[in-house]
């Protein structure tokens, strides 16, 4: 196995959240046989990108499938925020990887540039958590093999409300107020600029899902956030906003946010796994639960998955799909995967595995409740819109249907129809 290192190599945050058809990569339909033990593939080499913190995770497998094909394996190790820049131009030139590692919501790019190419998990597929697959799913083929899943979740600070969270938003609120902090509850609105990120569980618990989904999980770029379910969030949100009741504020970002909560001025807050180390060193204890209902359904929060691409121009296609389906897919490797970047494993196994954690298991619990962030194109026509409306109507300078009205019309000039 070969090592190259991507100049610059940066040290990519190992909890840091993470947006035609396929171009020929060759029939990988039928290539989830294993090749192990023939040496078809002496004398081929596969390369893979990878960033820093999973290299060592996909180096052993790489030596495993090395030995069984002979196969050499070259892995690039590149800084995780270049490499979907970088694939998306290097491989129509007929370079760059067999395979890179990504992130899911990369995905509409990727297709409608034709940089990559379908895969077959076969009979491995069950073995995944369903919104995994999904969030690799574009018009009902796959396209990715997940290996983490990462979302908000409910924080609560079990010294000040040692009780676990009921079943209402309303409900925790009260507790909140009545543990007699400053706060009784924090969430990232990303100050004026606004976050529908953070707030996206709220809002599908009133079914309003920012997209209408297809059965297998795809999106389609019908906005689903429209009619009454929507104007019923954004009433709700201008009545909890600072001309309502103030149990959201512009003021907060990600960073006050997460100090509120650190010094126990708040019982309760919605943020995800990159929050936890520095709630730890501030020696608070806390539950990660699922986040509490404010409209009646599911709050349901974004999910962000990450896996590894089959490029399509790889001349090796199928022993690229032999090592991600028989390689990296097994308990092992993706336990290696887990250990080197901890998020929620995708595989069902090896999740079960770690959610002895608690912290691990209640943002396992929460991922099950969530759905896939879209990954189509018009994703991206969205998040200024959006985010724009919601900090308005939480900070009481619009009129809360109007402005949500307004910005489903925007969004749909901005993606036509």
């Given at each position: 196995m070969r090592k190259t290192a991507a100049l610059p190599v940066a040290m990519v945050a190992t909890v840091a959240l993470l947006a035609a058809c396929s171009g020929g990569g060759g029939d990988t339909s039928s290539s989830a046989e294993p090749t192990s033990g023939d040496g078809a593939g002496a004398g081929t080499t596969l390369t893979v990108w990878v960033?820093?913190?999973?290299?060592?995770?996909?180096?052993a497998a790489a030596e495993a499938f090395e030995e069984?094909?002979?196969?050499?394996?070259?892995?690039?190790?590149?800084?995780?925020?270049?490499?979907?820049?970088?694939?998306?131009?290097?491989?129509?030139?007929g370079e760059g990887p067999d395979i890179t590692v990504g992130a899911h919501d990369w995905l509409g790019s990727l297709i409608v540039n034709g940089v990559v190419d379908s895969i077959d998990l076969a009979d491995v597929q069950d073995d995944f958590e369903p919104v995994a697959v999904?969030?690799?799913?574009?018009?009902?083929?796959?396209?990715?093999?997940?290996?983490?899943l990462e979302s908000v979740a409910l924080v609560r600070n079990t010294a000040l409300a040692p009780d676990p969270a009921p079943a209402t938003f309303d409900e925790m609120v009260a507790v909140g107020r009545a543990a007699g902090t400053k706060l009784p509850f924090v969430i990232n609105t990303n100050g004026t600029t606004g976050d529908g990120y953070n707030y996206y569980a709220l809002q599908t618990s009133f079914g309003a899902p920012v997209f209408v989904q297809e059965e297998d999980g795809s999106y389609t770029n019908e906005l689903g956030m429209g009619g009454e379910p929507g104007h019923a969030f954004a009433t709700w949100l201008a009545q909890n906003g600072m001309a309502g009741s103030g149990v959201f504020s512009t003021d907060w970002?990600?960073?006050i946010a997460r100090q509120e909560f650190a010094d126990g001025n708040a019982p309760f807050a919605?943020?995800?796994?990159?929050?936890?180390?520095?709630?730890?060193?501030?020696?608070?204890?806390?539950?990660?639960?699922?986040?509490?209902?404010?409209g009646g359904q599911t709050a349901a929060p974004f999910?962000?998955?990450?896996?590894?691409?089959?490029?399509?121009?790889s001349d090796n296609a199928l022993l690229a799909q032999d090592f991600l389906v028989n390689y990296l897919s097994t308990p092992e490797a993706q336990r290696a995967l887990h250990d080197a970047d901890?998020?929620?494993?995708?595989?069902?196994?090896?999740?079960?595995?770690?959610s002895s954690d608690p912290v691990v298991g209640g943002f396992v619990a929460q991922v099950k409740n969530g759905t896939p962030m879209p990954s189509i194109p018009e994703m991206a026509d969205v998040w200024d819109h959006w985010n724009a409306a919601e900090a308005a109507i939480i900070s009481g300078s619009a009129e809360p249907v109007a402005a949500w009205d307004k910005m489903l019309a925007d969004i749909q000039g901005s993606i036509g129809g």
């Open positions: 960033d820093e913190n999973r290299e060592p995770a996909v180096a069984s094909t002979g196969v050499t394996v070259e892995l690039v190790q590149k800084n995780f925020e270049d490499i979907r820049a970088d694939f998306l131009a290097q491989v129509p030139t999904e969030a690799f799913t574009y018009d009902g083929q796959l396209y990715g093999l997940p290996y983490a970002t990600d960073e919605i943020t995800g796994p990159w929050a936890i180390t520095g709630f730890q060193e501030a020696g608070v204890d806390f539950a990660v639960e699922p986040i509490p209902s404010a999910v962000g998955v990450q896996g590894f691409y089959l490029s399509a121009q901890p998020r929620v494993p995708a595989l069902l196994q090896v999740a079960e595995d770690v």
